[in-house]
């Protein structure tokens, strides 16, 4: 069935450093990829998404590219800042349901 | 724009009764909705995805004896929680979409739910 898969469950990082989060997937169906993000005590909120392979999509200062070849859709930044501490979770679109994966905390410090 | 309100926010009930929680659509039809569950370590569990005019389908270890649902019209969906247990705690999220086609789910804010 359709999965998907987050291999870092924590990340702690300085201000201003880079930063990627994996996201892995697997689908019988044509994919199609979303980062949410969620802050504390909040509900997850849409980050990105795509279904195009190879092409960068932009949000926010995040990136990321669905890369159909290696079933990737990982989360980047260049820079990160404080305000970007939160749960990353990767999700894959199955008809009108998300299946999420197991989420990383990101952790930004001064 | 597309908002999605869920009701109540927190609710604590005693182990063996059950509670409902709403959600509702504002700005736009929603045709399906899909409830999940976030357990305390923070994964996301689907429990079901209601589809006007389909069957409720549920995922495998959730039952509607158990989470009974309903979707009556295109802006609201409700569910139960019968029987709650500590081991139904957790956030309920409903992500409702605009239509068969839409590319994203809008989630509500969710009912944290405590179960003494």
């Known amino acids: 069935g359709d999965s998907v898969t987050q291999t870092e469950g924590l990340v702690t990082l300085t201000k201003g450093l880079p930063v990627m989060l994996n996201c892995t997937y697997q689908?019988?169906?044509?994919?199609?990829l979303f980062w949410y993000v969620q802050h504390l005590n909040e509900a997850p909120k849409l980050l990105l998404k795509s279904s195009t392979d190879n092409k960068r999509t932009e949000h926010q200062g995040f990136y990321a590219t669905l890369h159909k070849s290696s079933s990737s859709f990982h989360l980047q930044k260049s820079s990160v800042q404080l305000s970007d501490s939160a749960l990353y979770f990767c999700?894959?679109?199955?008809?009108?349901?998300?299946?999420f994966g197991s989420g990383t905390k990101l952790t930004v410090e001064p | 724009g597309a908002l999605v309100y869920q009701y109540p926010r927190r609710t604590i009930c005693k182990s063996g009764t059950s509670m409902r929680m709403e959600c509702q659509a504002v700005?736009?039809?929603?045709?399906?909705v899909a409830w999940y569950r976030q357990s305390p370590q923070k994964t996301f569990e689907l429990i079901a995805l209601?589809?006007?005019?389909?069957?409720?389908?549920?995922e495998q270890n959730f039952t509607q004896e158990k989470f009974p649902i309903s979707h009556p019209n295109l802006s609201f969906s409700s569910m139960t929680v019968l029987n709650a247990y500590l081991e139904d705690r957790g956030l309920y999220l409903c992500?409702?979409?605009?239509?068969?086609?839409?590319?994203?789910?809008?989630f509500g804010s969710g009912t944290r739910l405590t179960v003494l």
């Open positions: 992500g409702a979409t605009r239509d068969n086609s839409a590319e994203t789910l809008y």
């Open positions: 999700a894959l679109r199955n008809y009108n349901v998300l299946y």
């Open positions: 689908t019988t169906y044509s994919p199609f």
């Open positions: 700005g736009f039809q929603a045709t399906s």
């Open positions: 209601s589809t006007v005019n389909s069957a409720i389908k549920y």
